[in-house]
């Protein structure tokens, strides 16, 4: 929204090229957050899938054990991926502090705070399908990854909050 009122405006027409690129980059975000739904919606069905399979012989044992850790890991791939792109709103974020209508600035907050809220929930779900997993490669991967988005998350609300704290007091 910041950013399609700042591309519009006659007055930002120094910021209108950064405005439309975040505009895209945005909807693009929008988009991949939308299919982040149905893919995690899939991988909890390969979990709920791979529960059902039958346990009787010691081969279906080995079967299932192998297709419930199969499907954990792309239980836990499809919220890291979520959480990944909570963090690319955060910077969208930070960076359309830049477009300079500090009137909007609440706004910003608002988002950042959606990505920082998303983000926590995604890594909640990370965290909760690696705690069911063996792959410990594969869990200290994912886990570094998921740190990183956190770290980098952190940093980029913090300065919009501060920012965003700044323009409410020159207000």
Do not use: W
């Not at 995690?40 to 791979?50: M, Q, W």
């Not at 600035?105 to 920082?116: Q, R, V």
């Amino acid at each position: 929204m910041v950013a399609r009122i700042v591309a519009s405006n006659p007055k930002y027409a120094d910021r209108h090229d950064l405005a439309n690129d975040l505009l895209a980059k945005a909807e693009k975000l929008r988009q991949r957050s939308l299919a982040a739904r149905h893919e995690d919606e899939r991988a909890y069905g390969l979990v709920v899938a791979a529960t059902g399979l039958p346990k009787s012989t010691p081969e279906e044992k080995t079967a299932r054990v192998t297709a419930l850790q199969s499907a954990f890991a792309q239980a836990a791939t499809a919220p890291l991926a979520a959480a990944e792109d909570a963090k690319l709103i955060a910077t969208l974020a930070e960076r359309a502090l830049a477009l300079g209508n500090a009137h909007l600035f609440g706004d910003l907050g608002t988002a950042a705070e959606f990505a920082s809220a998303a983000l926590a929930s995604a890594a909640m779900n990370v965290r909760g399908n690696h705690s069911y997993m063996k792959d410990r490669a594969l869990i200290e991967k994912q886990t570094a990854l998921l740190e990183r988005y956190e770290r980098e998350c952190a940093s980029l609300v913090a300065r919009v909050r501060f920012e965003v704290s700044r323009a409410f007091a020159r207000t």
